[in-house]
């Protein structure tokens, strides 16, 4: 199944028949934007929070991982638990998103 996003107005995307996918709130879209805009390379968590908020709340790292992990099951719902994420990767100090070329 091959995700396809929009970034031209609205943070969207839709699975591999078309249908839209429920990316949730705000924040969740940012993070995907962000990682959209980096067109594949990894963009630290520290740099996510930044991004998020102009003062991080207390929780920000966590609150980051969270919107990520929500991404991932709304991204690959059909992973089995435990197995690597393939589209929204972990490297190293952060995340990146591994699309088709041209599913952007």
């Not at 992973?79 to 952060?94: D, I, K, Q, S, Y």
Request: charge should be positive; aromatic fraction near 4%; charged fraction near 25%.
């Amino acid at each position: 199944m091959q995700v396809r996003f929009g970034v031209l107005g609205p943070v969207v995307a839709w699975d591999g028949v078309g249908a839209p996918i429920d990316l949730k709130g705000p924040k969740h879209r940012a993070v995907l934007a962000r990682l959209v805009v980096a067109r594949g390379r990894v963009v630290p968590v520290s740099r996510l929070v930044d991004d998020l908020w102009q003062e991080p709340p207390p929780g920000a790292v966590g609150a980051v991982r969270t919107f990520v992990a929500a991404l991932r099951r709304a991204l690959e719902p059909q992973r089995p638990p435990r197995e690597p994420a393939r589209l929204l990767v972990t490297e190293g100090p952060g995340y990146a998103l591994r699309p088709a070329p041209d599913a952007v």
